[in-house]
């Protein structure tokens, strides 16, 4: 397991990443080929074309990245990682099209480019069938060893077991804990050397779970680990990673110093974040501009008024400091919408199917009143 971008990424997920990066080099060279067949045109050397095939291959890894394709939920369902491929392969091909069209000199023709496409959703659900049913989907989980036998360890074994969890616990070592609640667990007097039982079990990652640390911290036992390139981690920095979210009932006032949660880098990575958002919704905004300017003409020819609203955006903690306007497209004419008003139906009670059956079919602006009225 290697960490990239404080990520820790499984040897095995790093392999499929490759393996995919080189179908998809197969998949660019097999379309170029079957559309050079198609056309009676003489095959040239693969040489003749690295830079087109780099430049697909980088281009569709990249999207298969960004929308999700190498996380836990799309390792252990197929069905949801075929869903995941098909939608960046798609977005990727979109975004090759304008690489082409900006740098000509790397561009494949658009024939060769659909080739491809199809030809890499077959090649990369073919090899995740194939890996599913060699390796199965515990091979890409993290293998883990707890250390600590109590509730914190029970809370892991919990959460190891929820659906789309990305790792596994392999084993579980009782540091003489008061309360244990692991009967599996191995007690530390038992094991000769911790170090060689963790690379027994081919553990990527020691987590520490112990109830109370004072004086009961294994630091040569950890040392040792630490020197076989086995990486350890507390159980609050293990359960933020996991679940996204800092864990109160583990978390110590130290925790929350060192941590790296508030470093002033995270407004870098904010920013380019933000600017990450804006330019993939001018993108999308510059592809549905035919869709929208089409859905205009037709309003327009529908209706009198504009083709386009704006309407404050609401919401349970919305406030007039914080509304926003939405831009929509106008379903209906504006006479209609200043006649009818905001119409809001109240679900009806048990027992009080008349009153709110006619509180329903009344236009009322203050869903408070059509309440008390019920």
């Known amino acids: ?122 090649l990369l659900i073919f090899l995740r069938v194939l890996l599913g049913k060699t390796l199965g989907s515990q091979a890409f989980k993290r293998r883990i060893v707890v250390l600590g036998a109590g509730p914190r360890a029970a809370r892991l074994k919990v959460l190891s077991k929820a659906p789309g969890a990305g790792f596994a616990v392999v084993g579980y070592v009782s540091m003489s804990e008061a309360n244990r609640v692991i009967p599996e667990a191995i007690a530390r007097d038992a094991i000769y050397n911790l170090a060689d039982h963790v690379v027994l079990l081919n553990a990527s990652e020691v987590v520490l779970a112990l109830e109370e640390r004072r004086n009961a911290l294994p630091l040569k036992d950890l040392l040792r680990v630490k020197t076989t390139g086995v990486h350890v981690n507390e159980i609050s920095t293990f359960l933020e990673r996991e679940t996204g979210r ?45 869709l929208v300017l089409v859905t205009a003409i037709a309003i327009r020819f529908e209706s009198k008024g504009p083709a386009f609203i704006a309407n404050a955006a609401s919401g349970s903690t919305a406030s007039a400091s914080t509304s926003s306007n939405c831009v929509r497209c106008a379903r209906m004419p504006r006479s209609a919408a200043r006649r009818s008003g905001p119409r809001r139906t109240i679900r009806a009670s048990p027992g009080s199917a008349g009153s709110s059956a006619s509180c329903a079919s009344t236009s009322c602006r203050n869903a408070g009143a059509c309440s008390r009225a019920r």
């Open 1 to 122: 397991m290697i960490r990239l971008f404080k990520h820790y990424v499984p040897n095995a997920v790093l392999l499929l990443g490759l393996l995919d990066v080189v179908l998809l080099v197969a998949a660019g060279e097999l379309g170029w080929i079957l559309r050079a067949h198609q056309v009676g045109m003489a095959a040239l050397p693969m040489t003749t074309r690295v830079p087109q095939l780099l430049g697909y291959a980088a281009f569709i890894e990249v999207a298969m990245i960004a929308v999700g394709v190498y996380g836990a939920d799309a390792l252990q369902s197929l069905r949801y990682a075929m869903a995941r491929l098909i939608v960046a392969i798609s977005l990727g091909v979109i975004g090759l099209s304008v690489l082409y069209f900006m740098i000509p000199q790397i561009s494949f023709w658009r024939s060769n480019l659909l080739y491809a496409m199809g030809l890499s959703v077959v």
């Open 246 to 290: 800092v864990d109160l009932d583990s978390v110590n006032p130290s925790w929350l110093i060192f941590s790296d949660g508030f470093s002033s880098g995270r407004m870098v990575s904010s920013a380019f974040k933000r600017l990450f958002d804006i330019s993939a919704s001018l993108l999308l905004l510059v592809l549905t501009l035919p």
